[in-house]
């Protein structure tokens, strides 16, 4: 292959080198500029002399400031620039972008599972909660013996998993903070994919009971309820457990009624308007933002146009880009809500003694990603290009439909666990790096940013936005490719690499509050 390089902005002065393996030193660039040394696959080339203390372009914003002159083939990396200082929130475009109206994308629909609430699952899951994380070994005994011994019997049920997670006790249930992850594990325990059936495993001595986990009127569904009228739980303390294989019983009971209830719904035509969407990307690379992530953006376009709900979040990931965020609000109080949940990670990261810079793993390093502001342009285009029409803090559960920029850690599990509790039902992840990440509550469809990782991960790997650098396939041929993948995924006509191996990560709850 001939030396191929990617430039994002025409004001750009560096390009990333896009050949698998990289390039030497003395190769002539189409753009007529001589290496002076090895660069590495998905790294930066000077295109033209920069000068020290001048900015380097990437998307078109300075992405650094050159620590020394840096002459035309120059290998561009971490170690030759200074971080801009972040954006200040103040003074802000608010709304200003000029975006035209999408024309709607009608006609689309895929095969889901409705809910009394309204919602729309794309599985059809029996999730057993957990209020604390002493019950897990237990709720994970039961599970299995569920599994094995009466899911066959429940063809119409897509699985039985537990909703594992670290929190429960120990901590300052009442501190400032703590609402996030209670708020977190109530909306999850909600979720499309889990039918409106809830069954709680509790210790019973634990800080947060079921009582503060489902308070009344949190559960506005009455198939909820267990038989009695109240809220279907088993308290592992009760006086008439008698040993391990009594709690374990009571468990198994407890979750044939839910199993009945929802082996009994049957997919249904809906149109695509009921998918909730989230976006992500982690183990990133320079290619990211230049293939994949593009491609989502492309196609998070074309949901919001069918008039489903697409969340994209990631705080520190997404905090250099604020002003293009606001810009493109849909009103003021979206643009003010977007201001207020960067303030509060700012501050957040500031009682940490850290801040947005902390953000770049060493395999971002590696994959050609020199710092945060790169990365952050980078993993904007996740959003696409429509107005933002809400914005929801950790934990919070969609009121609307439309694009939401839901605020989460960058942390690929808290991001996840946290867009679960908003009520997403599907899942897009990019990565340039490779991570066999996966959720057992939602499908997580994988998209790769290289050919060379699609490849190698070929049974990992749901669809190859590296194409796009190869110069086979535009960002719009493979935006529409993942579309209409998600309503195949959907519609449980496909499963992803993530379902057929039963790959899942845990749970992490975001806790800003102190652990006692």
């Known amino acids: 292959m001939p030396p191929h390089t990617i430039v994002m902005h025409a004001s750009d002065n560096v390009a990333i080198v896009a050949n698998d393996g990289g390039l030497p030193a003395g190769t002539v660039l189409a753009q007529g500029v001589v290496l002076q040394g090895p660069v590495p696959q998905g790294h930066k080339v000077a295109l033209t002399d920069i000068a020290a203390q001048a900015p ?61 609430d309204g919602s729309v699952g794309t599985r059809n899951i029996l999730a057993i909660t957990t209020t604390v994380q002493c019950v897990a070994g237990v709720v994970e005994f039961a599970v299995e013996k569920i599994k094995r011994e009466l899911l066959p019997q429940y063809a119409h049920v897509d699985d039985v998993i537990g909703l594992e ?35 709680v495993v509790s210790l019973g001595c634990e800080k947060l009971p079921p009582a503060k986990l489902m308070p009344a009127g949190s559960i506005p569904i009455t198939q909820l309820q267990g038989p009695e009228g109240a809220l279907d739980v088993v308290c592992l303390q009760d006086e008439g457990h008698d040993g391990f294989m009594s709690m374990i019983d009571h468990i198994v009971q407890s979750a044939l009624p839910h199993l009945e209830r929802l082996n009994a719904r049957r997919r249904q035509t809906v149109p695509a308007s009921a998918l909730v969407v989230g976006v992500q990307c982690g183990g990133s690379d320079a290619f990211s933002g230049a293939t994949a992530n593009p491609a989502v953006g492309f196609c998070t376009d074309l949901l919001v146009r069918a008039g489903a709900t697409v969340m994209f979040s ?65 993993s904007i285009v996740k959003s696409g290009t429509l107005p933002i029409t809400g914005v929801l803090a950790p934990g919070e559960k969609l009121q609307h439909k439309g694009l939401v920029y839901a605020a989460t850690p ?89 379902e057929h191996w039963k790959l899942k990560n845990a749970l992490v709850l975001f806790n800003p509050a102190p652990v006692t």
């Open 410 to 498: 960058a942390s690929d599990f808290i991001c996840g666990t946290l867009q679960l509790a908003a009520g997403m039902n599907l899942h897009v992840f990019t990565t340039g790096r490779g991570t066999p990440y996966g959720l057992a509550e939602v499908p997580v469809i994988k998209v790769a940013t290289r050919t060379a990782l699609a490849k190698r991960w070929h049974d990992l790997m749901d669809i190859n936005a590296g194409t796009i650098a190869d110069g086979q396939k535009s960002i719009e041929d493979v935006g529409w490719e993942l579309f209409h993948f998600l309503l195949e995924v959907a519609s449980g006509r496909k499963k992803t690499w993530a």
């Open 165 to 199: 997670h670290s929190y429960g006790c120990g901590v300052a249930i009442d501190a400032p903070g703590a609402e996030i992850p209670i708020r977190t594990l109530r909306n999850i325990s909600l979720n499309p994919n889990f039918g409106g059936e809830v069954l």
């Open 56 to 116: 380097v372009l990437r998307y078109g914003v300075p992405i650094g400031y050159a620590l020394q002159t840096l002459p035309a083939g120059t290998w561009v990396h971490e170690r030759l620039l200074q971080l801009p200082a972040a954006r200040g929130l103040d003074a802000l475009p608010l709304c200003t972008a000029k975006l035209p109206a999408p024309a709607p994308l009608q006609g689309y629909t895929f095969e889901g599972y409705k809910n009394p």
């Open 314 to 378: 990631e705080t520190t990931e997404v905090r250099d880009g604020i002003a293009q965020l606001t810009a493109r609000a849909s009103t003021p109080e979206v643009a003010q809500a977007m201001i207020r949940e960067m303030q509060w990670y700012d501050d957040y990261l500031g009682r940490g003694q850290s801040d947005r810079s902390a953000n770049t793993t060493p395999g971002n390093k590696q994959g050609g990603l020199s710092n945060i502001v790169e990365k952050a342009m980078g």
